[in-house]
């Protein structure tokens, strides 16, 4: 419980001189600092007096003992003058704790009045002698009062004079921006016609200046979206500071879990996201009046929807005005979706002098005409692909030596260079470090979004006299980055893009030519300080032929975000949507059928009660079915943990040639999901322990937190208590904090530009030192964020086996249908060479980053002669399991790979989770999926296990709903009861199995429907226990079948298959299961029985002859007793020696 604070008598009041006056009737003070400097001429006196006495101080030896932390007054001075708890007497200007307070004690110990604080301080620890007499102390207390006086006063002296300089500066700087003379025409034109386009170059003063004119012009709600958090932040102190804070928390900013908003705030800095769940919340975004969307010439897939929804709320709200901004904007084209006129703004450029430098002949891809003419006439426009080709430092070089040729070294000037990706850099940046070590006149710099926010800053630092950068970056330095100081640009024409193949639902991260728009952002790069000059490493007949814009990511990017969103705000037919461009119908059709298997949408496309709680997390789908699994299973924590690290990007980079072989060991060792999967399970976190990775797990990991706490309140109670507890019983939180409001404070002041360093250029990670020093903040507030122990603790907590299959199953429900089956050659392939296969794509590899391409061994499988002689309990096991791959993305560079892997037992999985599952007559075979194939052994394993799966699958899914529904409200207007409609006489002729499963499905949900409308905590809990008990035998016992991939001719002879729409009839027909026309009977949503025309899969084999594992449990049916068990080696003999 909070401690309140004890009330400060009004009676008791400190004195000028240090003494307590105790009265009833309220004191006047002696000295009031505010009617001070309210006053002009007692002000004008009590500087004068303050000068006077300063000049008239008596030197004093320093003390080099002082602590620069403490102030060199006394504690009770401290109180009389800076405690907000005791009405200090200059706390409305100089509170205690403040910045203003740290910056006046700074100035005090190191600047103007050392001289007689040094005495002062001397004093302070004379008084603490016991001997000193009362008399002297209060003499003392009252002569140090005086002083602090006349300090307070030359402070606000100094203080008022630093801003007014600040205010000159900030007028100066403003006016010479070019967008300050179209302040009239844009707030006259906003009026007028609502809508605006503003088109200006960077460095135009847009994102700052709008804002501000729209405050001044009286817009009373401005929202001012941005597609980045660390911008919103950014530019809310910026106009703060420009704005010389006159508007106070009137100008503030908001992302998720963090924001400086208030009652009071009018202009806000938010990102797209964030207001579209505000619109979430209230149609009419009805607090607004004024919405400005900044960069929207990015063209992010959340950006054209937000376009979308404005465009609507224009039509509805006819007082709402929106401002759209943009470095390179497509005028024409935003014209047209919104009616409305465009102001162009020129940017701040010098000339910049452009040099074509093609390497080779024009790429075709690009240049020839046919192909030209059928891109533009194109509605859904697709990037260029480039030619493959390896990277040569010739040319760079080249232009290296003209720079030093031709440039005096005395002439200011760095070189920026543009390449497609990573690879590509850390290629180049090894061709370039021989010369810049031989000419000393360069230092090597790389600039990535995979390098952490340290190695990223150093290309903002000062290269010594006569030595230039080099800066090698992908396209972040395009709009995002702006560094101060280039004179020189490559461009090479490049860009890396991650584009996504509907069918196959693969991404591709491929090397594309940039758009003209792109090449004239990295020309403009050099013309911002000075005159510049660009070399452009391709022909001016392939400039001509680019696009003229980017390709918008709502056409090359998985639309289940927007489709979710569309369906929850109630939006109608994402097909039907208006977006500025149309995404394509095949990709919006894929993201429809990804969300049913996730299911968020039923099979009609409505909203499912779990897609309305994944609609509103502000996570990926798949990550926030993971979250809401492990709150019905009670593994928060854990899968918390593994989603968070599952966000952010791999901590491991491509390591140079000659890395260290230690570094390469523990990489190869350490790597994805599948290093956790084999190290008994427990969560190792011994990677390489990048900073800024482990930083943003954890902040990740606090913000899931919170996102489950928003859907169901309460959830993590526990889980905060121990934290806090543990964190109550660090001793050095509060030096902690001192350092990090220090550090923060020593950030705000104004600092010289770190100079780098020329030295040989470590070989290992390719940066130049630093001369700094400094104490890193993130570091601190890491530490006050988290608890290290605690962390470490949980780190080395080893799971359970039941808890290890829970996690599985889990990250299953979440990932499915991603599962990627080993090929049947894969056991006498080379290790380098093993592949799997998806349902919508063949011959995949292991991504490198994943342990598994270190290990293959342990996905490689055995081969027949293995299986058929496997004595060893570990092989009988091995090929018993049916293992597969879950993973999280498919992704192809040089060739497909599949990312983030997990080992799984593929049986039980499918059982649990498959939307398919098609039977033969005697249940003996299965296709889950029209895709994997299932043989049973023997009829009673079949009818069990078949059985069991599904009353578990139908109790898991019953339980998830309700837990969803503990969350929100939700209405589903299908009953759970009307699933199945299957009359008696039908019944009657379905074989025993069949029976069971629907009189079980009908049972549960008869069960659980009564009970859902009082839900009984306690109760809900006991089914969730029996529940996990139930799972993790399953998910433990081997089930005896052949388990392998269908192939194409089986499943065009099991199924009824119809023709492709335009496909000739003469042409055999191609497998494809959308073309499927269902047959047999429909048992549950799921399960079609004699779906398929398969004979029986079951043999009779003698009890004696069946290989079973020591120690692992199976399914095994007794003939004797027609019972099926769970039963290992030894109680299987145990039971055929017994039963009668």
Same mark, same amino acid.
């Given at each position: 419980m909070k401690r309140s604070r004890p009330r400060h008598r009004p009676e008791e009041r400190y004195d000028v001189d240090g003494s307590i006056i105790k009265s009833k009737v309220p004191h006047k003070k002696v000295w009031d600092l505010r009617e001070i400097l309210d006053n002009p001429e007692s002000k004008a006196k009590a500087l004068k007096e303050a000068q006077d006495y300063i000049k008239t101080a008596k030197p004093a030896p320093s003390d080099s003992q002082q602590s620069s932390e403490q102030p060199p007054w006394s504690d009770t001075a401290d109180d009389i003058f800076f405690s907000k708890e005791k009405r200090g007497l200059a706390t409305f200007f100089l509170r205690r704790g403040s910045p203003r307070y740290d910056e006046f004690k700074g100035i005090c110990l190191h600047r103007w009045f050392y001289r007689k604080y040094g005495a002062l301080r001397q004093w302070k620890i004379r008084s603490e002698n016991e001997t000193m007499s009362a008399t002297s102390t209060g003499q003392a207390l009252k002569d140090e009062s005086e002083t602090i006086r006349n300090a307070v006063i030359l402070f606000h002296d100094y203080?008022? !004079?630093?801003?007014?300089?600040?205010? +000159?500066?900030?007028?100066? /700087?403003?006016?010479?921006? %070019?967008?300050?003379?179209?302040?009239?025409?844009?707030? *006259?034109? $906003?009026?007028? *016609?609502?809508?605006?386009?503003?088109?200006? /170059?960077?460095?135009?003063?847009?994102?700052? #200046?709008? %804002? #501000?004119?729209?405050l001044k012009a009286g817009f009373d709600h401005i929202a001012c979206t941005q597609p980045r958090r660390i911008a919103c932040s950014s530019l809310a102190k910026r106009v703060s500071y420009e704005t010389m804070n006159e508007y106070g928390s009137e100008i503030a900013y908001q992302v998720r879990f963090e924001g400086t908003s208030t009652a009071k705030t009018r202009a806000l800095f938010l990102t797209e996201g964030l207001l579209l769940r505000q619109y979430a919340n209230d149609p009419q975004l009805s607090k607004y009046d004024v919405i400005v969307v900044d960069e929207v010439h990015e063209r992010h897939l959340i950006g054209d929807f937000l376009l979308g929804i404005l465009r609507l709320l224009l039509k509805e709200r006819e007082d709402l005005h929106v401002v759209l901004m943009s470095a390179t904007l497509n005028a024409e084209l935003f014209a047209q979706y919104f009616d409305a006129p465009a102001i162009m703004v020129p940017g701040r450029m010098f000339d910049v002098k452009i040099m074509y430098m093609p390497n080779e002949k024009d790429d075709k891809n690009l240049v020839d005409?046919?192909?030209?003419? !059928?891109?533009? &006439?194109?509605?859904?426009?697709?990037?260029? %692909?480039?030619?493959?080709?390896?990277?040569s430092p010739a040319p760079y070089l080249k232009i290296l030596d003209y720079i030093d040729q031709s440039v005096s070294s005395s002439e200011r000037g760095d070189l920026l260079i543009f390449m497609s990706g990573i690879e590509e850099i850390t290629a180049l940046a090894e061709g370039l470090t021989p010369y810049a070590t031989q000419t000393k006149k360069w230092i090597i710099l790389m600039l990535h979004s995979s390098l952490s926010i340290d190695m990223q800053d150093k290309v903002f630092h000062v290269a010594p006299e006569g030595v230039r950068k080099c800066i090698l970056s992908s396209n972040i330095a395009e709009t995002s980055v702006t560094i101060d100081g280039i004179r020189f640009i490559i461009d090479s024409g490049k860009v890396k893009e991650l584009s996504h193949e509907s069918h196959s639902n693969m991404s591709k991260l491929s090397e594309f030519w940039i758009s003209k728009a792109s090449a004239a952002q990295r020309t403009g790069r050099a013309g911002?300080? @000075? %005159? @510049?000059?660009?070399?452009?490493?391709? &022909?001016e007949n392939e400039y001509n032929h680019m696009n003229e814009f980017a390709v918008p990511e709502i056409q090359r990017a998985p639309l289940e975000p927007i489709v979710l969103d569309i369906k929850a705000l109630g939006l109608g037919d994402p097909a039907l949507f208006e977006f500025i461009e149309s995404p394509s119908p095949i990709a919006l059709e894929a993201s429809i059928n990804m969300l049913k298997a996730l299911d968020a949408l039923d099979g009609d496309e409505a909203i499912t009660p779990l897609g309305q709680v994944l609609a509103d997390l502000p996570i990926d789908a798949v990550l926030g079915k993971m979250l809401i699994m492990s709150s019905v299973f009670h593994l928060v924590e854990q899968i918390i943990i593994i989603a968070a690290s599952m966000s952010v990007q791999s901590p491991f980079i491509r390591l140079p040639r000659n890395a260290n072989p230690e570094i390469t060991k523990v990489k190869s060792s350490h790597s994805g999901l599948g290093a956790w999967n084999h190290r008994g399970h427990g969560v190792n976190v011994t990677v390489l322990r990048s900073s800024d990775y482990m930083r943003q797990i954890a902040k990740l990991k606090r913000q899931f937190e919170k996102i489950l706490n928003d859907v169901q309140p309460g959830l993590l109670a526990e889980i905060e208590a121990s934290r806090l507890s543990l964190q109550m019983l660090e001793t050095d939180r509060d030096q902690k904090r001192q350092r990090l409001r220090k550090e923060k404070m020593s950030q705000r002041q104004p600092k010289r530009r770190k100079l780098l360093k020329l030295t040989s250029i470590d070989e290992e990670n390719m940066e130049a030192d630093v001369l700094d020093s400094s104490t890193d903040i993130r570091d601190l507030e890491f530490s006050l964020a988290n608890?290290?122990? /605690?962390?470490?603790?949980?780190?080395r907590m080893a799971l359970s086996k039941d808890a290890v299959n829970l996690i599985k199953l889990i990250i299953c429900s979440g990932l499915y249908p991603q599962f990627a089956f080993p090929d049947e050659h894969n056991p006498y392939r080379k290790s380098n060479e093993i592949v799997f296969h998806t349902h919508t794509k063949r011959f995949l590899s292991p991504h490198p980053s994943s342990v598994f391409a270190s290990h293959p061994e342990w996905i490689q499988g055995a081969g027949e002669n293995v299986r058929r002689a496997a004595i060893d309990d570990l092989d009988l096991l091995k090929d018993m399991k049916h293992e597969i791959l879950c993973y999280l993305q498919l992704l192809e560079t040089n060739k497909p790979y599949i990312v983030n892997l997990l080992q799984v037992p593929g049986v039980h999985s499918l059982l649990l989770l498959s939307k398919s599952i098609d039977i033969n007559e005697d249940c003996s075979v299965i296709v889950f999926d029209?895709?994997?194939?299932?043989?049973?052994?023997?009829?009673?394993? +079949?009818? *069990?296990?078949?059985?069991? +799966? *599904?009353?578990l699958r139908t109790i898991w899914s019953v339980l998830t709903n309700q837990r969803v529904r503990m969350g929100i409200q939700f209405s589903d207007k299908t009953s759970v009861v009307d699933r199945v409609c299957v009359s008696d006489e039908v019944m009657k002729k379905f074989p025993r199995v069949i029976q069971k499963i629907i009189k079980s499905e009908m049972e549960i949900k008869q069960r659980h429907a009564q009970m859902s409308g009082s839900l009984d905590k306690r109760q809900y809990q006991m089914e969730i226990e029996n529940l996990c008990g139930e799972?993790?035998?399953?998910?433990?016992?081997?089930? &005896?079948? /052949?388990?392998?991939? +269908?192939? &194409?001719?089986?499943? $065009?002879?099991?199924?009824?298959?119809?023709k492709a729409e335009g496909q000739d009839p003469d042409l055999p027909t191609t497998w494809d299961p959308k073309l499927v026309n269902p047959s047999g009977i429909r048992i549950t949503d799921y399960m079609w029985y004699r779906a398929i025309d398969l004979e029986s899969s079951a043999s009779s084999i003698p009890e004696s002859e069946v290989k079973v594992p020591h120690n692992v449990p199976m399914y095994w049916g007794c003939r004797s007793c027609e019972t099926t068990f769970s039963f290992t080696r030894r109680e299987i003999l145990e039971h055929v020696a017994n039963c009668n």
């Open positions: 203080h008022r !004079k630093q801003q007014a300089a600040q205010k +000159a500066k900030i007028e100066k /700087d403003r006016d010479s921006l %070019p967008i300050t003379k179209y302040e009239k025409a844009i707030v *006259h034109t $906003l009026r007028k *016609h609502r809508v605006l386009l503003i088109a200006g /170059d960077t460095g135009c003063g847009k994102s700052t #200046q709008v %804002p #501000q004119m729209l005409e046919t192909e030209y003419r !059928k891109r533009q &006439s194109q509605e859904i426009k697709t990037s260029i %692909p480039s030619r493959s080709e390896r990277i911002r300080t @000075g %005159p @510049g000059e660009c070399f452009r490493l391709y &022909s608890n290290i122990e /605690d962390l470490r603790n949980r780190s029209r895709y994997y194939m299932l043989s049973f052994r023997t009829i009673p394993v +079949a009818e *069990h296990v078949l059985t069991l +799966a *599904h009353r799972l993790c035998q399953f998910m433990e016992t081997v089930i &005896s079948a /052949d388990f392998r991939l +269908a192939k &194409s001719t089986e499943l $065009l002879k099991m199924y009824q298959v119809r």
